[in-house]
């Protein structure tokens, strides 16, 4: 999915300067936890967050990610944007909650990045079920 119709999906605006919208995300993941971030996502992966602190990025970079929306209105302070424009990573706001945000995305057909299957392999080994 570009990140055009991800801007119509979730009627959001671009923060970063030249941001590429023709930049393709293979999967989503939403999540305020920078630890799971960079235990589950993957390249190609489009973070939606309602951090919005540097970290952010720094995770994001570390992780291989090239695009994050901000969820629930919310906008980062400048620095984030400095930083991220100069990584490379797009930052995309929506003013809808993380919810609805993933829930537009995948129902239009982005897919959850690999922590659903991790999550279920767990909670088959606690519970014992197959």
């Known amino acids: 999915m570009k990140l055009r119709e991800v ?8 923060l970063t300067r030249n941001t590429d919208l023709d930049l393709e995300v ?16 993957h390249e190609g992966t489009l ?3 309602g951090l919005t602190n540097p970290q952010v990025v720094r995770t994001a970079e570390m992780a291989g990610i ?6 629930r209105g919310k906008i980062p302070p400048p620095e984030t944007i400095a930083l991220a424009e100069e990584k490379g990573i797009a930052l995309l706001a929506s003013k809808y909650t993380m ?7 995948y129902k239009a057909g982005l897919p959850s990045c690999g922590l659903f299957e991790s999550s279920l ?5 606690f519970f014992g079920e197959e």
């Open 99 to 105: 919810f609805e945000t993933c829930g537009r995305l």
């Open 7 to 14: 801007l119509q999906l979730i009627d959001g605006k671009v």
């Open 26 to 41: 293979k999967m989503g993941c939403g999540a305020d936890l920078m630890s799971d971030v960079l235990a589950f996502t």
């Open 66 to 71: 090239q695009a994050i929306v901000f969820v």
């Open 121 to 125: 392999k767990r909670w088959r080994e």
């Open 47 to 49: 973070l939606m967050s």
